[in-house]
Every structure is written in C-alpha cells, then in structure tokens.
C-alpha cells in the first residue's frame, strides 16, 4: 500500500538552531512531493514542491531550503531558525484517485515546529 | 486578490442542519478543485474532488462548481457534531503542479 512518513513529529527548537524535516513516500515510484506550512490559525502555505529526484520548486523566499536526495525522500532544512518559522509543516504526494482516476493531494501526519 | 478565498467563519449549525460552506478562486483556467476536511491538530484529508460544472454527490456531501463564476462549494447534509472541524478548499492553477489551499471555513455542528 501507498504510504507517507513524516518525523519528527514534534519538536521544540531555539531561534538560530538549524533544522531538519524528512518526509518518504511508500509503494509508489517517482511521486510529486509537497511542503506546506501551517501557522497558527491560518491555512495552508505552499513552500515547496518537487516533481523529480534534485528537481525543486521553491514558492516563498525565506531561510527555508528543501532537497529530494532520493526519489522517495523530500527534505525541509533551514540553517538558522526563526520564530516566525514556528508551525505545522505538513507533506503530501500526489497520488491517483481510484475512482476518478485524477491525482490527488495526500498528506502526511505533520511535523509541529515550535521556535523559541 | 488571493487565489483562493473561503470565509473564515466559524459557521455555526444545528445538528440535523444542512452546511454550506463557499469558495471562490481567481485563476480562470483552473480545472481540478478539492475540498478537505481538518480536525484540530491533525493534517488535511480529502472529502471530494470535482473537475466538471455542477453537482457532485457523494453520501451525505455534495460538491458544486461554476467555473463562469470562478466558484466552488460544499453542502454538507445532515449535519452531525463529528463534521465540527475545519474546511479547506483547494484548487490545482492551470498548468501547474501547484495546490493552492484557502485559508478554511471553521465549521460548528451543535448538538
């Protein structure tokens, strides 16, 4: 079955720390990945997206970077935290819907990100 | 103008009632359009997708799109306390792998 995996899930980091979220994808090849944020109380914010292995699409300039150093494998980094960068940080693939046979969003658990 | 606007609410209902919850979008050229359904703390999960102009059905949800007005939305019939959550629309810009989300419609079912 077709999975995705998110970690940490939760973490609590100072201002000025690096940082590093991973996200993999099961039982499926070559998927679309998908970072978002989520700040408090508002929606969901596209960071970046990646259709290919070293493939990425940055959508908001910030100190946040993402690499795909594998196929399955998307990864959220920053060099030095700031509190603005506290949230849920959520990935997603891009999967086909069964019935509809279009492609859907789907997303992991989340990572929740709390800057200090 | 932002790409996709939802009214924040919250919208209240009465249990038993029917939701309706709206979404508007600016890209004209957008053809694939999503609502999902987020639970305090928890990621988002797809309730419908719909693609074509009109209704579409499934249990107690019903998806509506108006690609002329730009305009998607979401009846929730017979609503129960468990549909109390938060409502994202989302649409995919024409062209592109991007998924713009609205900032959610915040739903309260009364018991």
């Known amino acids: 079955s077709q999975t995705i995996h998110q970690w940490p899930a939760t973490l609590v980091q100072p201002v000025g720390s690096p940082l590093s979220l991973e996200c993999t994808v099961e039982g499926t090849s070559n998927p679309n990945l998908y970072w978002y944020r989520q700040a408090a109380g508002r929606g969901l914010q596209l960071l970046f997206y990646s259709v290919g292995i070293g493939q990425i699409s940055s959508e908001v300039p910030q100190n946040l970077s993402a690499s795909r150093p594998q196929d399955r494998q998307f990864i959220l980094s920053s060099k030095k935290l700031l509190l603005s960068d506290s949230g849920f940080y959520l990935c997603a693939w891009f999967r086909g819907d069964r019935v509809s046979g279009a492609n859907v969003l789907t997303f992991g658990a989340g990572s929740r990100l709390t800057v200090l | 103008q932002k790409e996709v606007e939802q009214n924040s609410g919250p919208l209240s209902v009465p249990e038993g009632a029917i939701a309706s919850l709206n979404c508007t979008y600016s890209?004209?050229?957008?053809?694939?359009f999503f609502w999902y359904r987020q639970y305090s703390g928890k990621s988002p999960e797809l309730i419908m997708s719909i693609y074509s102009n009109g209704d579409k059905e499934d249990g107690r949800f019903t998806a509506q799109l108006n690609k002329a007005s730009q305009y998607v939305s979401l009846l929730i019939r017979d609503s129960q306390p468990s549909d109390s959550a938060t409502y994202l629309c989302?649409?995919?810009?024409?062209?592109?792998?991007?998924?713009?989300f609205g900032t959610g419609t915040r739903l309260k079912v009364l018991a």
């Open positions: 989302a649409v995919n810009m024409a062209g592109t792998y991007k998924y713009i």
């Open positions: 890209d004209r050229g957008s053809q694939s």
